[in-house]
């Protein structure tokens, strides 16, 4: 079994607050396959997603982060992003002034020279862009639009699925991206990613509903509590986590309180 | 008198000079007289002190101006304004001195004058007469007093409702360090006629101290549309002083652009007054200052007639050591009712020894009126950072993502592609 991912021990604090918000978390992620991470609100997994993704404002106190073999926790976000870990953003943030498209390139040019390799050619950029743009069912207008900017909150989930597309990385962790979608819109980004599943991409789905994963099929569901993963299975502990809810899972687990 | 020498003397700013500059351009009496009376005024003017309310936060102790030449003549040795844009009309202007003027021929059967100032005064003397001064006179400032006694530079003319398609350009540049220029604009654009004026100033960055003392008035007539960009692109090198004034007429639109980006000290003050009523602009600043240097903006949007509407936003960037001072003011004249004035400064710091300051101010004389001002001065978002950053931008590359994006509704308003490229560049560059 190839691992994608191996979290060991990790502990983070929000930074600013001296506050431990994961306290011991293992996970292992394998290449390839769809892993789902549920949880109640605040149990930290927005905060697994950016520690993961290196924000600055959450930091490691201990514990270990190995992808594809390699230690990341030293490196900075652009490396992260470089090494081909992608975070879609639970809130994602506009850039005033800076088309979806302009942006797009950049952000491919910036993994391509990390990797040594030439900048993607106008032309074949365009082509995939608009290819991904369909998938996405997003208007061709949307390119020139700037990032984020005056967004609903389905556009602003479409755009992040259409970076994840363009970017083409290893690791997707997808923040409750489904949150916010209406059923079409939900359907549509679903397809969008499992016409992105591949032998090569792992794919990590935070979501506290049901709901997507019926549309994307998890292979792994793992749920997190209080900063930890307290218990992971098949699909259909997504289904039983629907039906009976956190209270049982603090129950069956015996979850420690924090204090 | 001696006989003319073969050698330019070198000369200091005074009344020799002035003599010196208008006898140079073989100017007209009337035109003398104005600039002698002008350097009365210099002279009857203190330099502003650190206690005036307008140079608070601005120091200009430093400035000797008694050190530097007024130069004789041009240099020879300069790096020409070159551009494949479609302009109607362009000048060089070197050291001071107009050197290359040229202006669409079609244009100019038409009645359009493209001239510089000392030209103009001789054969157009009836309106060089009639406008000059007429909205920046000598008694608005000690600067303003010195450019009128000093300065030489270009006169515009756009006759009624003549349309000029494609921007004029007029390009300023000084050869070396040490001397003074005083670059003077005077743009009229007659009633319902329509015309693009680019403005720009550039230089290395030399060793010695120069000096640029300049005054700008542009007349925008009845149902006119003028848009005015100035570019400022002195080498680290130089003091650069700026009154801009324009005066716009009834029912007429006005567009200004002015841009910030060289000297070692900027004071640019940037004036409107609606004058006519139902007459519109929109003021647009862009800035953005590194190392040491030092920017003082101050922003008059002046509403003497009714019904008029005006714009202003002014963005500026700021990195090592560099500050910026925006001081903005929108009057509202008694009687000026259904004004609609709104003005908004917003500065990002790329460094925490950056530092802006910025100050709106309201007067409001009339009641019925709609006016509004916003100020803003911090830091990149670090949130916008670390997500540009997530998508694999290094962080100099994030930031200068967010930069371009705060300056893009400037930047996308200049009106020729060429200007727009270099601009851009001078911005890349300063991001290095
Ligand atoms: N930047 C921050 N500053 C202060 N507290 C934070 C910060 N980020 C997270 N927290 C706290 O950490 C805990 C976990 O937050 P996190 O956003 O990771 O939860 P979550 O599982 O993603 O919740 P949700 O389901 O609501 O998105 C919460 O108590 C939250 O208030
Ligand atoms: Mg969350």
Not at chain 2, 26 to 50: H, I, N, Q, S
Not at chain 2, 143 to 150: D, I, Q, V
Not at chain 2, 271 to 289: D, I, K, N, P, R
Request: glycine share 8%; with cysteine.
């Amino acid at each position: 079994m190839e691992k994608s991912l191996v979290i060991r021990n990790l502990h983070v604090n929000v930074a600013e607050e001296d506050k431990e918000i994961l306290r011991g978390l293992d996970l292992e992620l394998e290449r390839g396959k769809v892993h789902a991470i549920m949880g109640p609100n605040g149990s930290g997994k927005s905060t697994l997603s950016y520690a993961l993704a290196g924000h600055p404002g959450y930091e490691v106190t201990e514990g270990e982060v190995l992808f594809e073999g390699e230690n990341i926790l030293e490196l900075g976000p652009d490396e992260r992003a470089q090494r081909g870990i992608f975070l879609a953003f639970q809130y994602p943030m506009a850039i005033p002034g800076v088309s979806v498209q302009n942006f797009l390139r950049t952000a491919i040019n910036s993994i391509r020279r990390a990797r040594g390799e030439q900048d993607i050619r106008v032309p074949e950029f365009r082509r995939v862009l608009n290819e991904k743009m369909d998938l996405l069912r997003v208007d061709r207008g949307f390119a020139s639009r700037y990032l984020n900017e005056g967004f609903s909150g389905g556009e602003k989930k479409r755009a992040e699925i259409l970076q994840l597309a363009m970017l083409d990385p290893k690791l997707a962790i997808l923040d409750e991206t489904d949150s916010g979608l209406d059923i079409d819109a939900l359907r549509v980004v679903s397809n969008g990613v499992n016409a992105l599943r591949s032998p090569e991409r792992t794919f990590l789905i935070i979501t506290h509903y049901q709901r997507i994963l019926n549309y994307v099929k998890p292979d792994y569901v793992h749920v997190l509590v209080d900063g930890r993963i307290v218990t992971s299975g098949g699909p259909e502990l997504a289904l039983e986590l629907e039906s009976k809810g956190y209270d049982w899972v603090r129950q069956e687990f015996a979850v420690p309180e924090a204090v | 008198m001696e006989a003319t020498s073969v050698q330019p003397t070198i000369r200091g700013i005074g009344r020799e000079a002035v003599t010196a500059v208008s006898e140079g351009a073989g100017e007209p009496e009337w035109m003398r007289e104005k600039r002698l009376r002008a350097w009365g005024v210099f002279e009857a003017t203190p330099m502003p002190r650190p206690t005036d309310e307008e140079w608070r936060r601005t120091d200009i102790r430093g400035l000797k101006l008694e050190a530097f030449e007024v130069p004789a003549q041009p240099g020879g040795d300069f790096h020409p304004e070159t551009s494949t844009d479609h302009r109607s009309g362009f000048v060089q202007i070197v050291d001071g001195y107009v050197v290359e003027t040229e202006l669409d021929e079609d244009l100019a059967a038409r009645g359009v004058v493209l001239a510089s100032l000392e030209d103009a005064a001789s054969r157009y003397p009836e309106l060089v007469r009639k406008y000059l001064g007429s909205v920046v006179p000598a008694e608005y400032s000690k600067f303003a007093a010195l450019a009128e006694a000093l300065g030489k530079g270009v006169f515009v003319y756009v006759p009624k409702e003549v349309q000029v398609e494609f921007p004029i350009q007029v390009s300023s540049t000084m050869t070396r360090g040490g001397i003074a220029v005083f670059p003077r604009t005077l743009v009229v654009a007659e009633p319902y006629s329509n015309v693009t004026f680019i403005e720009q100033m550039y230089s290395d960055d030399l060793d010695q101290e120069s000096l640029s003392v300049g005054v700008v008035e542009a007349i925008t007539g009845e149902g006119a549309n003028v848009r005015y960009v100035n570019i400022q692109e002195w080498g680290h090198h130089v003091w650069h002083f700026l009154v801009e004034k324009h005066q716009i007429e009834r029912d007429s639109q006005e567009n200004s652009l002015n841009i910030g980006l060289g000297g070692k000290f900027a004071k640019s003050n940037v004036e409107t007054a609606l004058v006519g009523q139902g007459a519109s602009c929109e003021m647009l600043g862009l800035y953005f200052c590194d190392e040491e240097q030092r920017y003082d903006y101050h922003t008059l949007q002046d509403h003497v007639a009714p019904h008029c509407f005006s714009d202003l936003l002014y963005k500026g960037v700021l990195r090592d050591r560099a500050r910026a001072v925006f001081s903005g003011l929108i009057k509202v004249r008694p009687g000026s009712q259904k004004t609609d004035a709104y003005q908004t400064n917003r500065n990002l710091l790329l460094s925490d020894n950056a530092r802006a300051d910025s100050i709106p101010n309201l007067e409001i004389e009339a009641n019925d009126v709609k006016c509004s001002h916003g100020a803003s001065v911090g830091p990149v978002d670090p949130d916008q950072l670390f997500y540009l950053m997530a998508r694999g931008l290094s962080k100099q590359d994030a930031t200068r993502m967010i930069v371009d994006g705060f300056f893009e509704p400037l930047t996308s308003r200049i009106p020729l592609e060429g200007v727009r490229e270099k601009l851009q560049a001078a911005i890349d560059q300063k991001m290095e």
